[in-house]
């Protein structure tokens, strides 16, 4: 072979090579390509965004239009429109759950790995939440442009976690409606592009220069006219509503029937959807398997519409994955399946997660059960917002998130963020006598024991797809001390047998500190699956107190899973020193809890749920009651109503650090009046019922009038700087407790302080929307008379007058 053909052979390789990527990054097809489909109306980016819509309605059959209600859209040929797969799922990473996304073919093989949600709530961080959200974007336009991903995901999931045993409460952002909201703005509004967080303060200058009023609807030029509505990936909140049970006893998720009252509804279940479409503007809603009060979620117009009507919703409606056929297979309620597809269309469902529709719409319309203006309205939607995707803009590689690729994912800036995330979420549980930290230097040898030890891709929990740099518990230990040794002590995480204990009891005794890693994983509690227990499972706490018993020192008992777990065995036991709880910490999470044991991060996360005991288990979890109902013995559910005893409570977290907490001003007692004298005369209309409270619509001109700063001095004690969260309560009047929260969360702010000094916050409360209570039926109300606010153990009182 000559030298020439050679060179000319390994030339045609590399450019082979080189042109790997590049041929990929043209796979996906865009429609409006030219030179043939370029000049429809709809690939017009100078005309507005509904009459693009409308111009590619015009153009398709009822046939063509029937198609288009599946998340797997087959594509339009004669228009050079290829398929569309709706279905992408992104919950804390790119995750491989819906077929949108693939990890198998193509340039990117992995994607960042953030810990589960509920961990990440616990950090109680806003600006984390918002840059999570906004890292998982690039990566999905990263995945999106060279064929791996689709543009619209089914995140976050804001179901209110309202019993332990819940399966997927590991999904969520924890229990309390006001922090699940928080969470859903921050994330939506981080993933659809927006360059800032909503955040605190934020969200009170915009209110302070009155451009949006509280609770007032569609007030901004939104998804209606192509001005200002760019989305650079679509978020969806779900799942809407009053979802949170899988599969307990004789109740499944697709035919339960959720019976909620209104007012649980109104200061529950309800506001994180609220939040998240008229605060964050999210482009998508799901609705639910479930019925609530005997209607399924997703043939329920007055609950879908609300979205649209109240709170300003202009984005498209799927439904869960076949909860189209539940409506008429598990619920039965409807007589055929041609009448749950009329149902779901008529309430507001615009496309169907599966093929329910795809094969029953059809002979809907010719038995007269659907009208084609029906099948158009769900098409505008879908339509709408895939044009404010620049789906139908032309070359998207061109385009203004064109740029993004490989190059993009799994940096190590990613990857930084992923471990700060767990570095910030950890809760330190337990840690007597300052038993944590070690110092690295003094420590010979370590133990880490327990089925969770050497878990990798495990550590993310539901909803993951291939992390970049999966590392386990022990890769983060290995880091610190040359000399860690390993064993399970259990074959997995159920631990039905004692059979390896020998092994584990001899590596504990040769080892100077042991480290159990216990708690649950999938097996335990995913979709689909809830727990019967709150014990940890089979010979788990068993293995613990053995080796706790054997070790030299006192042992650290790590946790892991996002249900609370009932651990009161080792909480009073002195030979476990520390108890750490670290959820499914992703890909960050070894290394963060390593930096956490040797006192290179000071951790300062607090639970976003209470910790129940066992004895819960006896509540009935398809009783969806908030409240307590002492005649059944029913204890209600959350710090918000639960009046019986706990593990730990909600907002419960240590650190290495002692705080200590002041409240600077207004006085010990402050006195609001909600008129002036000037306005009696409002007085007189704007009082209904029962003169010792308000109602908050009523008196909605006043509320920024009444609104009040609260200076905080936050003392750090302790040798260490760290960030600490702040949590400020507030407690109705005398007299108003019946039905009302026990406490209900005002504000949180996680704080930065440094040691031995004092660092100073600022929360400006409104007593409309943080002083107000539900009333049974449902009405914002605001009790008059001495509100307490609460702060750690400080109590201050806030008395409202007329
Ligand atoms: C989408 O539909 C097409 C055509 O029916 C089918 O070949 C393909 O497998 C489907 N994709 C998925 C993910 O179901
Ligand atoms: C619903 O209908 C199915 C048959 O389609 C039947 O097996 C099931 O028992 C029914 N469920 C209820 C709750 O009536
Ligand atoms: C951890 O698991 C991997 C396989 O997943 C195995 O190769 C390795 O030996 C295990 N490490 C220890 C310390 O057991
Ligand atoms: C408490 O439970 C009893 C018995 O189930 C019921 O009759 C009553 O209405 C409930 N009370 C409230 C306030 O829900
Ligand atoms: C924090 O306070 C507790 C209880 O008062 C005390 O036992 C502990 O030593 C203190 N820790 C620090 C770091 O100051
Ligand atoms: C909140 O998270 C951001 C992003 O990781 C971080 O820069 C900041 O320090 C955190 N704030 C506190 C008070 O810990």
Not at 2 to 30: G, M, R, V
Not at 250 to 256: G, I, L, Q, S
Not at 373 to 391: P, T, W, Y
Request: aromatic fraction near 10%.
């Amino acid at each position: 072979m000559s030298s020439t053909i050679t060179t000319a052979i390994i030339l045609l390789l590399f450019i082979t090579l080189i042109n790997i990527p590049n041929s990929q990054s043209q796979s996906p097809k865009f429609p409006c390509q030219p030179p043939h489909h370029n000049s429809y109306p709809f690939c017009n980016t100078a005309l507005p965004i509904p009459t693009r819509a409308q111009s590619l309605l015009s153009l398709l059959s009822l046939s063509e239009k029937i198609k288009r209600l599946s998340n797997n859209d087959t594509g339009i040929p004669r228009l050079g429109i290829p398929p569309y797969e709706w279905w992408s799922e992104s919950l804390h990473g790119i995750a491989s759950n819906g077929p949108g996304v693939t990890f198998e073919t193509g340039p990117i093989p992995a994607a960042t790995g953030f810990p589960q949600v509920i961990l990440t709530t616990s950090s109680f961080n806003r600006t984390l939440w918002f840059s999570i959200a906004s890292v998982i974007a690039v990566e999905a336009r990263a995945m999106y442009n060279v064929g791996q991903a689709g543009l619209t995901f089914w995140a976050p999931t804001i179901n209110i976690f309202r019993d332990p045993r819940w399966g997927r409460g590991q999904e969520t952002p924890g229990e309390d409606p006001m922090v699940v909201s928080a969470y859903s703005v921050e994330y939506v509004r981080g993933f659809q592009g927006e360059k800032t967080t909503e955040g605190r303060n934020r969200y009170q200058d915009t209110k302070r220069k009155g451009r949006r009023r509280v609770l007032s609807g569609a007030d901004d030029n939104h998804g209606g006219d192509g001005g200002g509505d760019e989305l650079m990936v679509s978020a969806c909140c779900k799942h809407f509503s009053a979802y949170d049970l899988e599969f307990w006893g004789n109740y499944a998720r697709y035919n339960f029937n959720a019976i909620v009252t209104e007012q649980d509804m109104q200061d529950t279940y309800e506001p994180p959807f609220r939040s998240c479409i008229q605060k964050a503007k999210a482009s998508c809603l799901m609705c639910s398997y479930n019925a609530v009060n005997g209607i399924p979620a997703c043939a329920d117009k007055k609950l879908l519409q609300k979205a649209r009507t109240e709170w300003g919703f202009k984005g498209y409606i799927t439904s869960d994955c076949d909860a189209v056929a539940t409506i008429y297979e598990y619920q039965n309620y409807t007589k055929s399946p041609e009448d749950a597809v009329a149902i779901a269309l008529k309430a507001g469902t615009d496309i169907n997660c599966g093929t329910y529709m795809l094969i029953h719409t059809k002979s809907a319309v010719e038995k007269g059960k659907v009208k084609e203006e029906e099948i158009d309205k769900a098409l505008l939607n879908l339509f709408k917002v895939q044009l404010r995707l620049g789906l139908y803009d032309g070359d998207l590689i061109k385009g203004k998130y064109g740029k993004f690729g490989p190059q993009d994912v799994c940096t190590s800036n990613h990857k930084n963020l992923a471990l700060e995330a767990a570095k910030q979420g950890i809760v330190l549980l337990k840690n007597d006598n300052n038993f944590l930290p070690l110092k690295k230097n003094l420590v010979s040898s370590l133990a880490v024991i327990g089925p969770m030890a050497n878990a990798t891709s495990k550590l993310g929990g539901g909803y993951i797809g291939v992390p970049c740099s999966p590392k386990s518990i022990i890769d983060g230990f290995k880091k610190y001390i040359k000399k860690t040794s390993h064993s399970s002590g259990c074959v997995d995480v159920a631990c039905a047998s004692n059979s390896k204990f020998p092994e584990a009891i001899s590596i504990s005794k040769e080892a100077e500190f042991v480290i159990i890693v216990a708690g649950i994983d999938l097996s335990q509690e995913t979709e689909d699956h809830d727990r019967f227990s709150l014990l940890l499972p089979g010979y788990q706490s068993a293995l613990i107190t053995t080796i706790a018993a054997i070790s030299k020192k006192p042992i650290v008992l790590v946790l892991t899973g996002g249900g609370p777990l009932d651990v009161s065995f080792a909480q009073g036991d002195p030979r476990i020193a520390t108890i750490i709880w670290v959820g499914y910490p992703g890909e960050g999470g070894g290394a963060a809890l390593a930096q956490i044991v040797f006192g290179d991060h000071n951790p300062g996360g607090k639970l976003p749920v209470t910790w129940y005991p066992q004895s819960f288990t006896s509540v009935a979890m398809n009783d969806m009651h908030m409240r307590p109902n002492l005649s059944h013995n029913y204890p209600g559910r959350t710090y918000r109503f639960y009046t019986g005893p706990t593990v730990y409570k909600f907002g419960h977290g240590l650190s290495y650090s002692n705080y200590t907490y002041n409240i600077l001003s207004p006085p010990t007692k402050s006195i609001l009046h909600v008129f002036n004298s000037q306005k009696t005369n409002i007085l007189q209309q704007t009082i209904t019922g029962s003169s010792n409270y308000l109602y908050v619509d009523k008196i909605q001109q006043h509320c920024d009038s009444l609104r009040f700063p609260i200076q905080i001095s936050i003392t750090n004690h302790g040798p260490f700087d760290g960030s600490t969260v702040v949590m400020l309560f507030a407690q109705v009047p005398k007299g108003f407790e019946q039905g009302a929260p026990l406490k209900q969360l005002v504000e949180f702010e996680r704080v930065h302080t440094l040691s031995y000094l004092d660092t100073n916050l600022r929360i400006l409360v409104d007593p409309c929307k943080h002083l107000s209570i539900v009333d049974e039926f449902g009405k914002m109300i605001l009790p008059l008379g001495d509100h307490t606010l609460l702060l750690d153990d400080l109590h201050h009182i806030v008395s409202i007058a007329m």
